[in-house]
């Protein structure tokens, strides 16, 4: 079929978003033909005057608003999707459906674009999704519902998570539904069998002070910190509660400890490397680089999700924050960890302690690795979405 791909973060700087969007352009392309790859930028960061900010629950609206957009705005013109020819929608749903008091803007697009298609008699895909209550605001009844009566229109609809298979379960009576594990799974082969073992390898482009390059050796393993998708709402916060989470580690174990910057809202880190001398990678490192340095870890430690999934490719043992939904909560699940658990994103002195000593067994190796789950298993059944669009 020809596909046009709709959500492709790659525009983003977030190792998560640029990884699971190019696993499942990638995966779909080995039965497929897509014709174009719509960007994310346009619903995911404000432009300059803000037209963006007035999609609604009209449907109908938010379409004349595109094509009256995409007329005087090029960024606006591959968004309308009555200028390509394709047989298929395919929705890259990933994080986008938080069900947040305040309408989140990419999921009003999300389900407009939906309905945009039924409309032309497309089929549609809308998969690797993520639905959750907001963990902050809780639910927005009226998304939930618009929600429900679009997404029972699609011709297939599978989320990423078993945690939000029984959300859409319970949430949308009228939404038939599958649990498919996220595509960043299909990337297990990406993993290296060894890696460069000194920090100046992963340095990017402006990451090349003198300082910078001296790196730092790895060969005998290290333990990774990043920020989660919660704690960047409150930048002075995380500054203030990850200086002693990083302090505290590097005093737990003789192993190097680097700060892994993920995305914009892990920013804070710049300042707690300063902080605590400590090495910090930011997130606009090659994609592969990124995978591999968190599959070879020791240890990682974070409120991130698809970092994580890029974690356990290597079979590394993962320490969760809380993050923006249950998305963490989720992944454990999928991994089978024997003990689900997730510290605040704001981590007090007793989550700091507790973390400390988890930290230390997993290092001694007193911790087996907490998943049941092989990495070949989930790695099948990611693949396995191919099956259903069609």
Same mark, same amino acid.
């Given at each position: 079929?020809?596909?046009?791909?709709?959500?492709?973060?790659?525009?983003?700087?977030?190792?998560?978003?640029?990884?699971?969007?190019?696993?499942?352009?990638?995966?779909?392309?080995?039965?497929?033909?897509?014709?174009?790859?719509?960007?994310?930028?346009?619903?995911?960061?404000?432009?300059?005057?803000?037209?963006?900010? !007035?999609?609604?629950?009209?449907?109908?609206?938010?379409? =004349?608003?595109?094509?009256?957009?995409?007329?005087?705005?090029?960024?606006?013109?591959?968004?309308?999707?009555?200028?390509?020819?394709?047989?298929?929608?395919?929705?890259?749903?990933?994080?986008?459906?938080?069900?947040?008091?305040?309408?989140?803007?990419?999921?009003?697009?999300?389900?407009?674009?939906?309905?945009?298609?039924?409309?032309?008699?497309?089929?549609?895909?809308?998969?690797?999704?993520?639905?959750?209550?907001?963990?902050?605001?809780?639910?927005?009844?009226?998304?939930?519902?618009?929600?429900?009566?679009?997404?029972?229109?699609?011709?297939?609809?599978?989320?990423?998570? $078993?945690? =939000?298979?029984?959300?859409?379960?319970?949430?949308?009576?009228?939404?038939?539904?599958?649990?498919? $594990?996220?595509?960043?799974?299909?990337?297990?082969?990406?993993?290296?069998?060894?890696?460069?073992?000194?920090?100046?390898?992963?340095?990017?482009?402006?990451?090349? !002070?003198?300082?910078?390059?001296?790196?730092?050796?790895?060969?005998?393993?290290?333990?990774?910190?990043?920020?989660?998708?919660?704690?960047?709402?409150?930048?002075?916060?995380?500054?203030?509660?990850?200086?002693?989470?990083?302090?505290?580690?590097?005093?737990?174990?003789?192993?190097?400890?680097?700060?892994?910057?993920?995305?914009?809202?892990?920013?804070?880190?710049?300042?707690?490397?300063?902080?605590?001398?400590?090495?910090?990678?930011?997130?606009?490192?090659?994609?592969?680089? !990124?995978?591999?340095?968190?599959?070879?870890?020791?240890?990682?430690?974070?409120?991130?999700?698809? $970092?994580?999934?890029?974690?356990?490719?290597?079979?590394?043992?993962?320490?969760?924050?809380?993050?923006?939904?249950?998305?963490?909560?989720?992944?454990?699940?999928?991994?089978?960890?024997?003990?689900?658990?997730?510290?605040?994103?704001?981590?007090?002195?007793?989550?700091i302690e507790e973390i400390c000593r988890l930290s230390s067994e997993y290092i001694s190796g007193k911790l087996e690795l907490p998943t049941t789950v092989s990495i070949d298993t989930l790695c099948e059944r990611a693949t396995s979405l191919l099956n259903y669009i069609e």
């Amino acid at each position: 079929m020809k596909i046009l791909y709709y959500g492709d973060n790659r525009v983003r700087v977030n190792l998560g978003c640029r990884a699971t969007s190019a696993a499942l352009s990638m995966l779909i392309s080995r039965k497929h033909h897509i014709v174009y790859r719509i960007k994310s930028e346009l619903f995911l960061t404000q432009p300059p005057y803000s037209m963006i900010s !007035s999609l609604t629950f009209d449907l109908e609206k938010n379409i =004349s608003l595109i094509k009256k957009w995409a007329e005087i705005d090029i960024r606006y013109r591959e968004t309308d999707l009555d200028i390509y020819e394709y047989d298929a929608l395919v929705i890259n749903a990933e994080g986008s459906m938080i069900m947040t008091q305040i309408p989140r803007l990419d999921t009003i697009y999300f389900l407009t674009v939906a309905y945009w298609a039924r409309k032309k008699c497309k089929k549609i895909f809308f998969v690797n999704g993520m639905f959750s209550d907001c963990p902050v605001t809780g639910k927005n009844k009226e998304t939930l519902k618009l929600t429900d009566k679009i997404l029972s229109t699609c011709d297939f609809v599978s989320t990423r998570d $078993p945690l =939000s298979f029984r959300y859409v379960k319970e949430n949308m009576s009228n939404v038939a539904v599958k649990y498919i $594990p996220d595509a960043l799974f299909t990337w297990k082969d990406f993993v290296e069998k060894d890696i460069p073992k000194n920090l100046r390898f992963f340095m990017p482009f402006r990451f090349e !002070s003198d300082n910078e390059l001296t790196g730092g050796y790895l060969k005998n393993g290290y333990v990774i910190i990043s920020g989660g998708s919660l704690a960047a709402w409150n930048q002075r916060k995380a500054f203030e509660t990850y200086v002693p989470l990083v302090q505290k580690i590097k005093q737990c174990t003789s192993l190097p400890v680097i700060l892994l910057q993920t995305c914009s809202g892990d920013f804070f880190l710049t300042d707690v490397a300063k902080a605590t001398d400590t090495p910090m990678i930011p997130a606009k490192i090659p994609i592969v680089a !990124s995978l591999n340095l968190l599959a070879h870890a020791t240890l990682y430690i974070s409120g991130r999700y698809h $970092p994580s999934i890029m974690a356990s490719l290597g079979n590394v043992p993962c320490i969760f924050l809380k993050g923006n939904s249950h998305k963490n909560l989720g992944l454990q699940e999928m991994l089978a960890y024997r003990n689900i658990k997730e510290f605040s994103h704001y981590p007090s002195q007793n989550d700091i302690e507790e973390i400390c000593r988890l930290s230390s067994e997993y290092i001694s190796g007193k911790l087996e690795l907490p998943t049941t789950v092989s990495i070949d298993t989930l790695c099948e059944r990611a693949t396995s979405l191919l099956n259903y669009i069609e």
